[in-house]
């Protein structure tokens, strides 16, 4: 069953004009390219191929803008720092990139998405600086538990948590395959639309 059974696409944004009126509350997937964004969100909604998923990175180069419920949104926001593309085109992303979180006040949260093999990246510094901004709830999700060793899995996390103890961000596990963590981001999820982070 899906926590959010009226779940639906509403619409793709390749600029700021198209972005959705900034009211009620939303919650935005950022991350590297293939980190796992859409992959989060399909398991996340428990909806598949909700978000859609590739084995191409950068497939998803647009703002994807998802109606959860009443006054509540998902954002798939363009997965950053993929190098095969031209300079034109990571220029485009970082100007659009930066449109949203210039001006989205409705924006209740902030999930950055990291593949745990990787750790945490100065991009990904760069999106929660400026979630922070917004004064956001802030959380990470470290992917692809599954492809590490339990003790690896437990290496990376507290690595993510030393890098991040400052910033006000809260670290976990997340494996769409193994489930790991799964309860806990559907948590964070919901407490961060539900404006009651800290209660979850
Ligand atoms: N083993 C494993 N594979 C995963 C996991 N999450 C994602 N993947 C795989 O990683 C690849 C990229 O996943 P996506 O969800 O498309 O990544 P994305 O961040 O949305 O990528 P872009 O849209 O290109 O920015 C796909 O082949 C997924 O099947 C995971 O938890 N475990
Ligand atoms: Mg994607």
Partial sequence: MSLYPEA???TSAARAAQFLPDEGAEVAFAGRSNAGKSSAINTILNRRDFARTSKTPGRTQLINFFALAEGQRLVDLPGYGYARVSKEMREGW???LGDYFD???SLAGLM???DSRRGVLEFDLQMLDWGRALDCQLHVLLTKA???SRQEAAAALSAAQRELQ???VSVQLFSVTSKVGLDQARAALAAMLGGNWGHA
């Fill in 146 to 148: 599954d492809k590490l």
């Fill in 8 to 10: 639906r696409f509403v």
């Fill in 166 to 168: 400052d910033l006000r």
């Fill in 112 to 114: 950055v998405v990291v």
């Fill in 103 to 105: 001006s989205r006040q």
């Fill in 94 to 96: 970082r100007e659009l």
